[in-house]
C-alpha cells in the first residue's frame, strides 16, 4: 500500500481503515497462492516528512488535551 505524502490529519485517524483494507489485500492476493499470512511486520518505515508534520501536530493536539 502506498501512503501519499500530502497524508492528512484525518487519514492518520483512520489507521484501523488503513489495517482493514491492507488485510484484505493481503488475504485476497494469499488466498490465490492457497497460503494464509498470519503476521506482518513492518520495519524500517521512512515516512515522508509532511507525514511527519501531521503526526508531530497530531501529538501535540493530544497532549494540550
Known sequence: MCLL???SDQALAET???NLDT??????TAAEWGVEVALIE?????PPDSMKRAMARR??????H
Open 59 to 64: 501529538q501535540a493536539r493530544l497532549y494540550d
Open 16 to 18: 484501523d481503515m488503513i
Open 5 to 7: 505524502p500530502g497524508l
Open 42 to 46: 513492518l520495519k524500517d518505515i521512512q
Open 23 to 28: 488485510r484484505q489485500i493481503l488475504d485476497a
